[in-house]
């Protein structure tokens, strides 16, 4: 129960560090790539104020001295491209690496034969009158370079520091279930001890209550008083046996030592057990049983899972109602189905049925002797062996229980 709830925990914990992680990333990526942009930008800002004195205009010709030296001295070579429009934007000169030839008068990111650049662009103003533009480009190729070593480093990494932490939230979430764990085990020593502590006193109330009724049979008021005694005593027997049962269990539980078996076996002497029962309570019990897989599963255990469901259907219906057990292989699966067509369950009680002490009418249940354990205990034989059950039901028609295990 407890190693179940440490996982839960620890994935909770890996499943929000994944996504605190990712959000970081994707921010720091983001942080990066700006970054180094802007550094990109700074270059060409720089680029563009040694240049852009170089270049003049004569008799409405652009004209300029010392760009080859220029671009030699550009961190980029002669990949950097300079080009020269004149106040149309048309492109009257292009020196380095053949760029974009259309004029872009905001600093922007654009596509080129060589790859994509960064371009920026100044007017060019002489005597107080533009005459022409000067735009620079440069290759962000090292930048993209190095923004995808970056995203690379994050994703190889990314798994390593988040198997770490899934270790780490283990480690952490065991300390944490430790008390929790603690306290189980106290309640559930308490609730042995105690049921073992109640048995014996119930069954001598019980006994003691039955000899005296024999006693005084001829005496209807005390025989009705006696009578009101045993049938508590009967709840309070029924009561405690299925606490003990359910304590018993979920110490199996923690220890199972499950082998394999056929479910056909087991589920036949339930039948046997039932079938004089049903008979009795002018109830047909109908059944298929089939060869199914064999499963991993405890005897004992499965036993008290099929008691109970076949117990549920008789108790829960109406004389000259029927209940069908039907055993078959489903995909692979061993699937053991229990209808009847009782009362049926309201389907807003259906997701709280296997809660322990919950009963859908509470007034109905005592009267047939319901504890409130059994589908509790039905649902812990259940985990214990990986199995599935799942419940359908229709108010006044009937319900279904479908419980299947998973092949050897």
């Known amino acids: 129960m407890f190693k179940g709830l440490r996982i839960r925990l620890t994935l909770w914990f890996v499943l929000l560090s994944s996504v605190a992680f990712i959000i970081l990333a994707v921010g720091n990526t983001y942080l990066f790539q700006t970054s180094l942009t ?155 001890d105690a049921g073992h502590e109640l048995k014996t006193p119930v069954a001598t109330i019980q006994i003691t209550a039955e000899n005296l009724a024999e006693d005084v049979k001829d005496d209807a008021d005390i025989s009705e008083r006696l009578g009101i005694i045993t049938r508590n005593t009967e709840r309070m027997s029924n009561l405690v046996n299925d606490m003990l049962t359910l304590a018993k269990l979920e110490v199996v539980q923690s220890n199972a030592n499950l082998q394999k078996l056929s479910l056909k076996s087991t589920l036949e002497r339930a039948l046997e057990e039932f079938s004089p029962r049903f008979e009795a309570a002018e109830k047909k019990l109908e059944t298929q049983i089939s060869e199914s897989p064999m499963i991993m599963g405890h005897g ?42 009782g009362m049926g369950i309201p389907k807003e009680a259906i997701p709280r049925l296997f809660d322990r002490f919950y009963r859908v009418d509470k007034k109905a249940a005592r009267a047939k002797g319901g504890t409130g354990l059994g589908l509790s205990i039905v649902k812990t034989i259940v985990d214990m062996h990986d199995a599935e059950i799942t419940v359908a039901s229709t108010e006044g028609k009937g319900t279904t229980f479908t419980v299947t295990f998973p092949p050897a």
Do not use: W
């Not at 922007?108 to 000067?134: H, T, W």
């Open 38 to 192: 802007r550094v990109l930008d700074d270059e060409l800002k720089a680029l563009t104020e040694q240049v852009a004195p170089l270049v003049f205009v004569v008799r409405n010709d652009l004209q300029a001295r010392g760009l080859v030296e220029q671009l030699h001295q550009s961190p980029y070579g002669y990949k950097t491209t300079i080009q020269l429009f004149d106040t149309h934007g048309n492109l009257d000169e292009e020196h380095g690496e053949k760029g974009n030839p259309k004029l872009f008068l905001n600093t922007c990111e654009v596509a080129s034969l060589s790859g994509k650049l960064r371009s920026m662009s100044v007017p060019l103003i002489q005597d107080g009158n533009l005459f022409g533009y000067l735009q620079v480009q440069i290759p962000t190729q090292q930048r993209d370079l190095s923004v995808d070593k970056f995203v690379l480093g994050k994703l190889l990494l990314g798994p390593v520091f988040l198997l770490g932490l899934a270790l780490a939230g283990y480690l952490v979430s065991g300390k944490a279930v430790e008390p929790v764990a603690e306290s189980y085990r106290i309640l559930k020593v308490f609730v042995q």
């Open 300 to 341: 004992e255990s499965l036993d008290h899972l099929f008691s109970n469901l076949i117990e549920n259907a008789l108790k829960y219906s109406e004389a000259g109602s029927t209940a069908k057990v039907t055993l078959k292989n489903r995909d692979g699966k061993a699937c053991v189905v229990v209808e009847d067509t």
